[in-house]
């Protein structure tokens, strides 16, 4: 199965993409695409440990609908 990708252009400083520009002549990486899609992994990463930490946290302060129910007298 193929990916499907598209094109996101940005707009950065002109020390970030000199910044950039320096990494990729360093050979930290192949391209200043690689570079942004690493950052974009790292943060789509980071997010989703984010919402699974919220999740349970939220989890423990929510009752069963079933709990829920018999406070209202609905048994």
Not at 3 to 15: A, G, H, P, Q
Not at 51 to 61: L, M, N, P, Q, Y
């Amino acid at each position: 199965m193929t990916t499907k990708t598209k094109t996101l252009n940005v707009r950065i400083t002109e020390s970030q993409y000199d910044e950039l520009e320096e990494l990729v002549q360093r050979g930290d990486y192949t391209s200043k695409g690689e570079f942004i899609r690493d950052l974009l992994r790292e943060k789509f990463d980071a997010f989703s440990v984010y919402i699974h930490e919220k999740a349970e946290k939220d989890r423990e302060k929510h009752i069963s609908l079933e709990e829920y129910g018999k406070t209202r007298g609905l048994e």
